[in-house]
């Protein structure tokens, strides 16, 4: 199958985010040759250790005798997914290079829409939040197919605007997030690695499955840009004329530096880390993310 019609210059004309999330969706499935809504299952074991609060009352104690630990018997209805769809709609996501089709926004919410359209086939549990500096929407998980729909129009009701402070969020949200699940954050990370790893631990530390998906435009990545530039400040940060000859070199050893910092801090802490540039067609990105997460799994 031919996979042109959804690359990101075509999604772009396609006027609403349901249309685009809906092609990239087919075209997945279409080029899956398992099953197309395995890739964010997680394996729960019967048994999950004990953290205080818990009810004692489910407490294994043949375990315990065997092992001298305590473990929770977990039922049927423990063991179901829940997806945490985290997107960050701070100003530095409205980018969009001289060549992109696409918003690194626009990219990250058909990527947002697609995940949680698989996740309700698969007929689990997804919910969303979108954030800045802030929580601007928090939407509950819910394993019902008409709650794609809420999803979309939270998604399409955001700009970008405002700064962000991801780290301070991840804290928030890792309180909030009481039932184990996977944790899908779709962002530039845009913030200082350091401050951020800390929240991102703190999911960790609550046992969930942690997935960062990197969006980054070609421009960022590549830096194309030759003739005298005013670089447009985004998040407060003001407008810069430079040269682009003169600085190439130190920023793209920077950048490069900034994300593989943050690779392998995700790898230290097992933390699931892609990378995502806005010019791949999204199906194509799903389709290698998630057969190499299977793969893992098996």
């Known amino acids: 199958m031919s996979h042109s019609w959804l690359d990101p210059k075509v999604l772009a004309r396609l006027q609403t985010l349901q249309l685009r999330a809906q092609h990239i969706v087919e075209g997945y499935v279409a080029g899956a040759h398992r099953s197309p809504y395995k890739g964010f299952s997680i394996e729960f074991a019967e048994h999950r250790e004990y953290a205080p609060g818990d009810d004692l009352r489910y407490v294994d104690w ?15 209805d423990e063991t179901n997914l829940v997806a945490y769809v985290v997107l960050d709609a701070s100003e530095s996501m409205s980018y969009q290079g001289p060549d992109a089709s696409l918003t690194k926004y626009e990219y990250a919410q058909c990527l947002s829409a697609a995940l949680s359209w698989l996740v309700l086939h698969q007929q689990d549990a997804v919910g969303m939040t979108v954030f800045d500096e802030q929580i601007r929407h928090s939407v509950r998980p819910s394993s019902n197919a008409s709650h794609l729909h809420q999803l979309l129009q939270v998604m399409e009701s955001t700009t970008p605007v405002a700064k962000t402070a991801t780290g301070p969020i991840f804290h928030e949200l890792a309180e909030r997030f009481r039932k184990r699940g996977v944790v899908i954050i779709i962002s530039d990370f845009f913030d ?3 401050t951020m790893m800390a929240g991102l631990k703190h999911f960790r530390h609550r046992r969930h499955d942690v997935v960062l998906m990197h969006v980054l435009d070609p421009a960022e990545l590549d830096f194309p840009f030759s003739r005298p530039t005013m670089f447009q400040g985004l998040e407060a940060f003001p407008e810069v004329l430079a040269d ?9 050893e920077e950048f490069q530096r900034f ?10 802490h097992g933390i699931d880390y892609q990378q995502m540039r806005t010019d791949q067609p999204l199906d ?15």
């Open 284 to 298: 194509r990105v799903l389709a290698n993310y998630l057969s190499q997460r299977m793969a893992r799994m098996d």
């Open 244 to 252: 682009p000859k003169s600085l190439r070199r130190a920023y793209l």
């Open 62 to 76: 043949k375990v315990f005798g065997r092992t001298d630990k305590f473990y929770l018997k977990q039922y049927e």
């Open 259 to 268: 994300c593989k910092k943050l690779s392998t801090a995700c790898r230290t």
């Open 192 to 194: 200082d690695v350091d």
